[in-house]
């Protein structure tokens, strides 16, 4: 039997962040292996038009969620919302509320956290801190890493009496294999990435190509959680322990292996009304990086925003292009290095694990197929994301192939013209081309001359 299903059942369990891409996935982990837990409090951020028990409603209503209803058909009466916010003093709950919380509340899961790598950090006057952000943070990319930071520091120092963990992940992605693989519901990191580059937007990213891409499935972000949570409550470490959720020293893939992975899978399976053909490359310098912004994304975005003012219609291509290249540019620090991490205390919490446990809860990302993961990645996209039928599939290959053949005929037309002005300009164009004719003519003249020889 699970030692951990079994330490989780008749828990009251209060998750933040409960609505994110993390936070349901770990409450739907948590009600398919420990059905009879007791109760589920979820942080419910007030929103205008919508109870607090329809947001629940539209969580269970997704995809996720199906096995988890055959399993508990009662899930519904298992999920507590609370009204809250973060931002506010005593994240703005009630006192009723934050009484129930503390007498029932028996485990925490906090998962709550901004994934906008730019935000403002909001202490003091908006000025002084856009004064002061760039000493605060150092050699940090970002206020993302530096809240992160800032965060585990005062977890250690106000949560010294308490039985608490930190797991550490790198870039989540989508399931690996539960409840199915391949689910995914937000657009951060590499879905966004993902649908770029199927959607014939992304030609080009500054990157390492040989850097560590260190991508981590949610569900064994969850397992390890779970498995995390169980071990601190049971045996209790003297200190806080750091779990690592990462696979570069365990299961190493570079971003050149990882990008035509999911090339390859877009021959397979293309998405729908793409801008161009998928194809991207990898610079490594700033000026080769400027270069192809230049022409492969801002200039193609320019063209196609006149057709549509030309024909009538709303240009959006370029307001699309800037944006995804805001985003690259928030991401370009962390696919240009390569980290290692020690991963002592995931290994230890493994050997911890019965048979049992090792399967239901499994964190070793060693086990994991890169290109078949890739490959239910870009499906999930697919599917869950951009909501594309698998039998379109056909109409979005022939689209493919006239975007193909538009590609070939405007790199002929544009050759030509070029040609036809540099042959007008200058006399060695006009002797290269006359070599270049001659020399073909002759060519011909002799391979009809050998085919009629006599052996």
Not at 356 to 367: G, K, P
Request: proline share 5%.
């Amino acid at each position: 039997m699970s030692m951990i299903a079994a330490f989780y059942s008749s828990k009251s369990i209060l998750i933040t962040g409960a609505t994110g891409f993390l936070g349901k996935v770990l409450m739907e982990k948590l009600f398919r292996t420990s059905p009879d837990l007791k109760i589920i409090y979820i942080l419910v951020r007030p929103k205008a038009g919508q109870t607090l028990q329809q947001r629940v409603f539209q969580i269970l209503n997704s995809k996720l969620f199906e096995k988890v209803k055959e399993i508990c058909p009662d899930v519904h009466e298992k999920i507590r919302p609370i009204s809250a916010d973060l931002n506010q003093h005593d994240f703005g709950i009630s006192k009723e509320d934050m009484e129930e919380l503390l007498s029932s509340t028996n485990v925490i899961f906090h998962c709550a956290a901004t994934v906008r790598f730019d935000d403002p950090l909001r202490w003091l006057d908006d000025a002084i801190i856009d004064e002061i952000t760039p000493k605060l943070i150092g050699d940090r990319p970002n206020t993302y890493t530096y809240t992160k930071a800032l965060g585990e520091i005062v977890v250690q120092q106000e949560g010294a009496n308490m039985n608490v963990a930190i797991i550490r992940p790198s870039i989540v992605g989508a399931t690996w294999q539960e409840p199915f693989p391949g689910w995914v519901d937000n657009l951060n990191g590499p879905s966004g990435m993902i649908i770029a580059a199927g959607k014939g937007f992304l030609r080009s990213i500054k990157a390492t190509p040989l850097a560590i891409a260190d991508l981590i499935p949610a569900d064994t972000v969850i397992n390890l959680t779970l498995a995390a949570g169980w071990y601190t409550a049971v045996h209790r470490p003297k200190s806080t322990l750091i779990y690592h959720c990462t696979s570069g020293n365990l299961n190493p893939c570079n971003w050149l292996k990882m990008g035509l992975h999911v090339l390859e899978t877009f021959e397979k399976v293309p998405f729908e009304k793409a801008f161009r053909r998928p194809k991207a490359n990898f610079t490594t310098t700033s000026f080769t990086n400027h270069y192809w912004n230049a022409v492969s994304h801002r200039a193609p975005a320019v063209i196609y925003d006149i057709y549509l003012r030309l024909t009538g219609r709303k240009p959006r291509v370029t307001k699309l292009m800037n944006r995804m290249l805001r985003m690259l540019s928030m991401l370009e620090y962390f696919v240009n290095h390569s980290w290692e991490w020690s991963t002592h205390n995931t290994e230890m919490l493994m050997s911890m694990l019965s048979p049992e446990d090792q399967r239901m809860f499994n964190f070793d990302v060693r086990q994991l197929n890169w290109l078949e993961y890739i490959e239910n990645y870009v499906l999930g996209v697919k599917k869950y994301l951009l909501k594309e039928d698998m039998a379109g599939i056909p109409e979005a290959r022939q689209h493919l192939k006239r975007l193909r053949n538009i590609h070939y005929l405007f790199n002929v037309a544009l050759f030509l013209i070029i040609w036809r002005l540099l042959i007008a300009r200058w006399q060695m164009a006009r002797n290269i081309w006359f070599f270049i004719v001659t020399y073909c003519f002759k060519f011909l003249s002799y391979f009809r001359a050998s085919s009629t020889l006599k052996f």
